[in-house]
């Protein structure tokens, strides 16, 4: 807080100030840091994210809030990572277009179109690889897309791990706020939507009534119906 009574926030190292993330990220996390630190009151801070997660999840949220923008670098590996798959099917289509070292290529995160899946060993549905799910953002942007930026994905990978970087230290717990919220309609396309979470989300979706295919994968019911915390939306 500034002597003339202003407040300010000088945020380093955070997704706040950030360019390897999406702007949403960056506008979430200060918005509950600033709330947090005004009110004092963590049911305001919880209430704003609950809006803001619903509005996400139910296909209202600006798409280009969500575009994720990485580096041109060499990679090493088996596996390209998403962004440089990106670049090459942008190249195929257009070689001027392929982005040159440096330079950022944006993208977005989608449900996956149709259930092609597969199954995995002991017949477990197979989750979708995060590569088959991204896409350039004009192929969202275009009015006539059909293609749905994944809510679910943005906020259990994106947006949930940095709010709980900075909400943790006060003692709040957004992955809770999270299970506990009610699911609103569409939850997702199709009846079921697989999703490989990390421990933190996984523990708190156990309040939703989830069904556990594996250690570390779940099946979401689309309906909006069941689970504990799952009322309608």
């Known amino acids: 807080e500034e002597a003339g009574g202003g407040a300010f926030l000088?945020?380093?190292?955070?997704?706040?100030?950030?360019?390897?993330?999406c702007p949403a990220v960056a506008k979430m996390q200060e918005k509950a840091?600033?709330?947090?630190?005004?009110?004092?009151?963590?049911?305001?801070?919880?209430?704003?994210?609950?809006?803001?997660?619903t509005k996400l999840l139910s296909g209202r949220a600006r798409a280009i809030d969500y575009i994720i923008a990485k580096e041109a670098k060499p990679f090493k590996g088996p596996s390209p990572p998403v962004h440089a798959v990106v670049n090459f099917r942008r190249a195929l289509t257009d070689p001027m277009a392929k982005a040159l070292y440096g330079e950022r290529i944006p993208y977005l995160v989608v449900y996956p179109q149709g259930d092609d899946?597969?199954?995995?060993s002991g017949g477990v549905p197979r989750l979708p690889r995060l590569m088959d799910m991204v896409v350039d953002p004009q192929q969202v942007l275009d009015p006539s897309a059909t293609l749905r930026i994944?809510?679910?994905?943005?906020?259990?990978k994106q947006l949930l791990p940095a709010l709980a970087r900075v909400l943790n230290i006060a003692g709040l717990d957004p992955h809770r706020w999270f299970a506990e919220m009610p699911r609103p309609r569409p939850w997702a396309p199709g009846a079921l939507h697989l999703v490989k979470l990390s421990t933190d989300t996984r523990l708190a979706l156990r309040g939703l009534g989830c069904a556990p295919l594996g250690s570390s994968t779940f099946a979401l019911d689309a309906s909006g119906g069941g689970g504990g915390g799952g009322g309608g939306g």
């Open 33 to 53: 840091l600033r709330l947090l630190l005004s009110t004092k009151d963590a049911s305001q801070v919880k209430g704003w994210l609950v809006a803001q997660w």
């Open 150 to 156: 994944n809510g679910f994905y943005y906020v259990t």
């Open 10 to 21: 000088d945020a380093k190292g955070i997704e706040v100030v950030r360019r390897d993330g």
């Open 117 to 120: 899946s597969g199954l995995g």
